[in-house]
Protein backbone atom coordinates (compact mmCIF):
# COMPACT_ATOMS: atom_id res chain seq x y z
CA UNK A 1 0.00 0.00 0.00
CA UNK A 2 1.27 3.42 -0.71
CA UNK A 3 3.12 4.84 2.22
CA UNK A 4 0.89 8.15 2.36
CA UNK A 5 -2.01 6.83 2.29
CA UNK A 6 -1.39 3.83 5.38
CA UNK A 7 0.90 6.36 6.97
CA UNK A 8 -0.39 9.31 6.64
CA UNK A 9 2.43 11.99 7.59
CA UNK A 10 0.95 15.07 5.88
CA UNK A 11 -2.19 16.06 3.61
CA UNK A 12 -2.07 18.89 0.95
CA UNK A 13 -3.86 21.09 3.32
CA UNK A 14 -0.96 20.46 6.13
CA UNK A 15 1.48 21.10 3.56
CA UNK A 16 0.01 24.07 2.73
CA UNK A 17 0.30 25.24 6.43
CA UNK A 18 3.56 24.45 6.71
CA UNK A 19 4.94 26.43 3.75
CA UNK A 20 2.81 29.13 5.09
CA UNK A 21 4.34 29.01 8.39
CA UNK A 22 8.03 28.45 6.64
CA UNK A 23 7.53 31.55 4.66
CA UNK A 24 6.65 33.77 7.43
CA UNK A 25 9.12 32.39 9.97
CA UNK A 26 6.13 33.05 12.61
CA UNK A 27 3.08 31.27 13.96
CA UNK A 28 0.86 33.87 14.29
CA UNK A 29 1.24 35.32 11.11
CA UNK A 30 1.29 32.11 9.13
CA UNK A 31 -1.84 31.90 11.17
CA UNK A 32 -3.77 35.00 10.15
CA UNK A 33 -3.43 34.18 6.65
CA UNK A 34 -4.56 30.44 7.25
CA UNK A 35 -7.53 31.51 9.11
CA UNK A 36 -6.50 30.23 11.84
CA UNK A 37 -5.55 31.02 15.73
CA UNK A 38 -1.64 30.74 16.34
CA UNK A 39 -2.40 27.71 18.70
CA UNK A 40 -4.53 26.12 16.17
CA UNK A 41 -1.87 25.99 13.08
CA UNK A 42 1.20 24.89 15.61
CA UNK A 43 -0.97 22.06 16.80
CA UNK A 44 -1.50 21.03 12.80
CA UNK A 45 2.40 21.40 12.75
CA UNK A 46 3.29 19.72 16.36
CA UNK A 47 0.90 16.62 14.64
CA UNK A 48 2.81 17.03 11.10
CA UNK A 49 6.09 16.43 13.19
CA UNK A 50 5.12 13.78 15.22
CA UNK A 51 3.95 11.63 12.42
CA UNK A 52 7.40 12.45 10.34
CA UNK A 53 9.23 12.03 13.22
CA UNK A 54 11.73 14.54 12.90
CA UNK A 55 11.19 18.59 13.73
CA UNK A 56 10.46 20.81 10.94
CA UNK A 57 11.45 23.88 12.89
CA UNK A 58 13.40 25.04 15.61
CA UNK A 59 11.40 27.43 17.78
CA UNK A 60 13.05 29.42 20.67
CA UNK A 61 11.17 32.89 22.36
CA UNK A 62 13.00 34.78 19.87
CA UNK A 63 12.57 33.24 16.34
CA UNK A 64 11.32 30.30 14.31
CA UNK A 65 13.35 28.60 11.84
CA UNK A 66 13.72 25.61 9.63
CA UNK A 67 15.44 22.55 10.45
CA UNK A 68 17.47 20.36 7.65
CA UNK A 69 14.42 18.45 7.33
CA UNK A 70 12.11 21.28 7.22
CA UNK A 71 14.56 23.10 4.35
CA UNK A 72 14.60 19.62 2.13
CA UNK A 73 10.47 19.72 2.82
CA UNK A 74 10.33 23.34 2.11
CA UNK A 75 12.31 22.66 -1.48
CA UNK A 76 10.55 19.71 -2.03
CA UNK A 77 6.92 21.14 -1.32
CA UNK A 78 6.88 23.48 -3.70
CA UNK A 79 6.47 21.65 -6.63
CA UNK A 80 4.19 19.10 -4.98
CA UNK A 81 1.53 21.34 -4.32
CA UNK A 82 2.07 23.29 -7.80
CA UNK A 83 1.65 19.80 -9.47
CA UNK A 84 -1.47 18.72 -7.60
CA UNK A 85 -2.84 22.58 -8.28
CA UNK A 86 -2.23 21.94 -12.25
CA UNK A 87 -3.71 19.06 -11.90
CA UNK A 88 -7.03 20.48 -10.34
CA UNK A 89 -6.93 23.51 -12.87
CA UNK A 90 -6.63 20.73 -16.04
CA UNK A 91 -9.03 18.58 -14.68
CA UNK A 92 -11.37 21.74 -14.47
CA UNK A 93 -10.89 22.82 -17.65
CA UNK A 94 -11.11 19.08 -19.49
CA UNK A 95 -14.40 18.94 -17.70
CA UNK A 96 -15.90 21.81 -17.22
CA UNK A 97 -16.14 21.87 -13.40
CA UNK A 98 -16.86 25.32 -12.34
CA UNK A 99 -16.11 28.71 -13.27
CA UNK A 100 -12.51 29.32 -15.41
CA UNK A 101 -9.89 31.75 -14.75
CA UNK A 102 -6.49 33.09 -15.77
CA UNK A 103 -4.07 34.45 -13.12
CA UNK A 104 -2.08 37.02 -14.31
CA UNK A 105 0.41 38.91 -12.41
CA UNK A 106 1.63 42.55 -13.72
CA UNK A 107 5.04 44.48 -12.42
CA UNK A 108 4.56 46.96 -10.49
CA UNK A 109 6.30 49.62 -12.90
CA UNK A 110 3.73 48.88 -15.53
CA UNK A 111 0.63 51.70 -14.53
CA UNK A 112 -2.91 51.75 -14.33
CA UNK A 113 -3.29 53.11 -17.37
CA UNK A 114 -2.43 50.08 -19.22
CA UNK A 115 -4.77 47.86 -17.75
CA UNK A 116 -7.84 48.37 -20.17
CA UNK A 117 -5.39 47.81 -22.75
CA UNK A 118 -4.45 44.51 -21.34
CA UNK A 119 -8.23 42.89 -20.41
CA UNK A 120 -11.04 44.95 -21.69
CA UNK A 121 -11.42 43.27 -24.96
CA UNK A 122 -10.86 39.50 -23.24
CA UNK A 123 -13.61 40.75 -20.80
CA UNK A 124 -15.81 41.61 -23.54
CA UNK A 125 -15.28 38.38 -25.34
CA UNK A 126 -15.14 36.09 -22.35
CA UNK A 127 -17.33 37.05 -19.51
CA UNK A 128 -17.68 34.17 -17.58
CA UNK A 129 -14.33 34.02 -16.96
CA UNK A 130 -12.46 35.26 -13.87
CA UNK A 131 -9.10 37.36 -14.43
CA UNK A 132 -6.97 37.00 -10.96
CA UNK A 133 -4.81 40.17 -10.52
CA UNK A 134 -2.02 40.40 -8.63
CA UNK A 135 1.28 42.71 -9.17
CA UNK A 136 4.41 42.23 -7.88
CA UNK A 137 8.37 42.22 -8.47
CA UNK A 138 9.64 40.93 -11.93
CA UNK A 139 11.39 38.37 -9.51
CA UNK A 140 8.36 37.38 -7.55
CA UNK A 141 6.45 37.11 -10.85
CA UNK A 142 8.83 34.56 -12.62
CA UNK A 143 8.75 32.51 -9.43
CA UNK A 144 5.11 32.53 -9.36
CA UNK A 145 4.87 31.47 -12.78
CA UNK A 146 7.17 28.44 -12.02
CA UNK A 147 5.19 27.20 -9.10
CA UNK A 148 1.62 27.73 -11.29
CA UNK A 149 0.91 30.10 -8.62
CA UNK A 150 -0.06 32.48 -12.10
CA UNK A 151 -0.29 31.42 -16.10
CA UNK A 152 0.44 34.84 -17.80
CA UNK A 153 3.08 37.48 -16.67
CA UNK A 154 3.29 41.02 -18.02
CA UNK A 155 6.82 42.46 -16.86
CA UNK A 156 9.54 44.85 -18.39
CA UNK A 157 11.66 42.37 -20.40
CA UNK A 158 14.87 41.76 -18.66
CA UNK A 159 17.53 40.99 -20.69
CA UNK A 160 17.49 37.20 -20.72
CA UNK A 161 14.74 35.50 -19.25
CA UNK A 162 14.71 32.56 -16.53
CA UNK A 163 14.93 28.93 -18.85
CA UNK A 164 11.15 27.58 -17.58
CA UNK A 165 10.08 31.20 -19.49
CA UNK A 166 9.35 32.35 -22.93
CA UNK A 167 8.08 35.28 -24.67
CA UNK A 168 4.59 35.28 -26.10
CA UNK A 169 4.21 39.26 -27.10
CA UNK A 170 6.47 42.21 -26.82
CA UNK A 171 5.86 46.41 -27.14
CA UNK A 172 7.29 49.30 -27.24
CA UNK A 173 6.63 51.69 -23.87
CA UNK A 174 8.10 54.95 -25.07
CA UNK A 175 8.66 57.63 -21.97
CA UNK A 176 8.59 61.52 -21.54
CA UNK A 177 9.80 63.90 -19.01
CA UNK A 178 7.46 65.69 -17.00
CA UNK A 179 7.82 68.32 -14.03
CA UNK A 180 5.78 70.26 -11.81
CA UNK A 181 3.37 72.75 -12.76
CA UNK A 182 5.74 75.66 -11.37
CA UNK A 183 8.59 74.59 -12.93
CA UNK A 184 10.03 77.39 -14.76
CA UNK A 185 11.33 75.49 -18.17
CA UNK A 186 13.12 77.23 -20.85
CA UNK A 187 12.78 74.60 -23.51
CA UNK A 188 10.27 73.23 -26.03
CA UNK A 189 8.07 70.97 -25.19
CA UNK A 190 7.96 69.15 -28.27
CA UNK A 191 11.49 68.47 -28.49
CA UNK A 192 14.50 68.72 -25.64
CA UNK A 193 17.65 67.05 -24.76
CA UNK A 194 17.64 65.41 -21.45
CA UNK A 195 20.90 67.53 -19.81
CA UNK A 196 19.08 70.76 -20.21
CA UNK A 197 15.99 69.71 -18.09
CA UNK A 198 17.73 68.32 -15.92
CA UNK A 199 20.06 71.32 -15.62
CA UNK A 200 16.68 73.30 -14.74
CA UNK A 201 14.79 70.96 -12.15
CA UNK A 202 17.60 69.38 -10.19
CA UNK A 203 17.61 71.60 -7.38
CA UNK A 204 13.89 70.92 -6.97
CA UNK A 205 14.68 67.32 -6.69
CA UNK A 206 14.74 64.11 -8.97
CA UNK A 207 12.17 61.28 -8.64
CA UNK A 208 13.07 57.88 -10.19
CA UNK A 209 11.71 53.83 -9.90
CA UNK A 210 13.89 51.77 -7.96
CA UNK A 211 17.41 50.61 -8.88
CA UNK A 212 16.38 47.42 -7.87
CA UNK A 213 13.91 47.21 -10.67
CA UNK A 214 14.32 46.21 -14.19
CA UNK A 215 13.03 49.52 -16.07
CA UNK A 216 14.92 51.60 -13.03
CA UNK A 217 18.01 50.29 -13.88
CA UNK A 218 17.54 50.80 -17.79
CA UNK A 219 16.39 54.25 -17.55
CA UNK A 220 20.08 54.86 -15.58
CA UNK A 221 22.47 53.49 -18.31
CA UNK A 222 20.55 55.64 -20.58
CA UNK A 223 20.81 58.75 -18.51
CA UNK A 224 24.25 57.84 -18.24
CA UNK A 225 24.78 57.33 -21.82
CA UNK A 226 23.34 60.66 -22.09
CA UNK A 227 26.30 61.52 -19.73
CA UNK A 228 24.32 62.46 -16.35
CA UNK A 229 24.58 60.33 -13.40
CA UNK A 230 21.43 61.23 -11.36
CA UNK A 231 20.91 61.40 -7.65
CA UNK A 232 17.57 60.48 -6.88
CA UNK A 233 15.78 62.45 -4.12
CA UNK A 234 13.43 59.79 -3.49
CA UNK A 235 12.94 56.21 -5.23
CA UNK A 236 9.90 54.29 -5.36
CA UNK A 237 8.27 51.37 -6.85
CA UNK A 238 5.45 53.09 -8.95
CA UNK A 239 5.39 55.24 -11.99
CA UNK A 240 1.60 56.05 -11.18
CA UNK A 241 2.70 57.40 -7.71
CA UNK A 242 5.69 59.12 -9.52
CA UNK A 243 3.29 61.22 -11.72
CA UNK A 244 1.19 61.74 -8.62
CA UNK A 245 3.83 63.26 -6.50
CA UNK A 246 5.68 65.27 -9.34
CA UNK A 247 1.86 66.80 -9.95
CA UNK A 248 2.47 67.93 -6.16
CA UNK A 249 5.75 70.03 -6.84
CA UNK A 250 7.70 67.39 -5.45
CA UNK A 251 10.18 67.04 -8.01
CA UNK A 252 10.06 65.95 -11.96
CA UNK A 253 10.63 62.63 -13.36
CA UNK A 254 11.00 60.47 -16.88
CA UNK A 255 7.44 58.21 -17.21
CA UNK A 256 6.10 56.22 -19.76
CA UNK A 257 3.67 58.36 -22.17
CA UNK A 258 0.65 55.90 -21.01
CA UNK A 259 0.76 56.52 -17.65
CA UNK A 260 -0.23 60.72 -18.74
CA UNK A 261 -3.13 59.30 -20.56
CA UNK A 262 -5.10 57.73 -16.96
CA UNK A 263 -4.85 61.47 -15.33
CA UNK A 264 -6.14 63.76 -17.62
CA UNK A 265 -7.06 66.89 -16.66
CA UNK A 266 -7.23 65.74 -13.00
CA UNK A 267 -3.49 66.39 -12.01
CA UNK A 268 -1.12 68.78 -13.73
CA UNK A 269 2.17 68.79 -14.73
CA UNK A 270 4.59 69.97 -17.62
CA UNK A 271 5.38 67.30 -20.15
CA UNK A 272 8.47 67.40 -22.65
CA UNK A 273 8.70 65.16 -25.30
CA UNK A 274 12.65 64.02 -25.35
CA UNK A 275 15.06 63.96 -28.50
CA UNK A 276 16.30 61.58 -28.47
CA UNK A 277 13.79 59.61 -26.33
CA UNK A 278 14.43 56.55 -24.27
CA UNK A 279 11.52 53.63 -24.94
CA UNK A 280 11.39 50.42 -22.68
CA UNK A 281 10.10 47.14 -24.21
CA UNK A 282 7.39 45.05 -22.07
CA UNK A 283 6.61 41.69 -22.59
CA UNK A 284 4.14 39.06 -22.18
CA UNK A 285 5.70 36.12 -20.50
CA UNK A 286 4.40 32.33 -19.86
CA UNK A 287 5.88 29.31 -18.99
CA UNK A 288 7.06 26.94 -21.23
CA UNK A 289 4.78 24.57 -23.08
CA UNK A 290 4.08 22.64 -26.60
CA UNK A 291 0.64 24.46 -26.37
CA UNK A 292 -0.38 26.96 -24.06
CA UNK A 293 -4.12 26.56 -23.18
CA UNK A 294 -7.18 28.40 -25.74
CA UNK A 295 -7.86 30.93 -23.26
CA UNK A 296 -4.20 32.32 -22.28
CA UNK A 297 -3.64 32.39 -26.34
CA UNK A 298 -7.08 34.27 -26.57
CA UNK A 299 -6.07 36.94 -23.80
CA UNK A 300 -2.32 37.58 -25.66
CA UNK A 301 -4.11 38.02 -28.64
CA UNK A 302 -6.48 40.34 -27.45
CA UNK A 303 -3.98 42.48 -26.23
CA UNK A 304 -4.11 46.39 -27.88
CA UNK A 305 -0.63 47.30 -27.95
Do not use: C
Request: proline share 6%.
Amino acid sequence: MNTLVSESPFDLYTLTLFRLVAEELNFTRAGKKAGLTQSAITRQILRMEERLGTPLFERTTRHVALTPAGVFLWEKSGRILASAEAALEDLKSGFELGPQRLRVGIARSIGLAYFPGFFFPFRKAHPDVALHISQGTEGEIYEALEERRLEIGLVATPSRLPAHLMNQHSFDDPFAFIAPPEAQLTVDANSSDLVPLYEQTWKQGWLMLSSEDVTGKELRRWMGGQGLTIRPSMELDSFDVIFNLVSLGLGSSLVPNRVLALYGGRRKVQRVQMKPTFSRTLSVVVRKSPKPSELMTQLIESILF
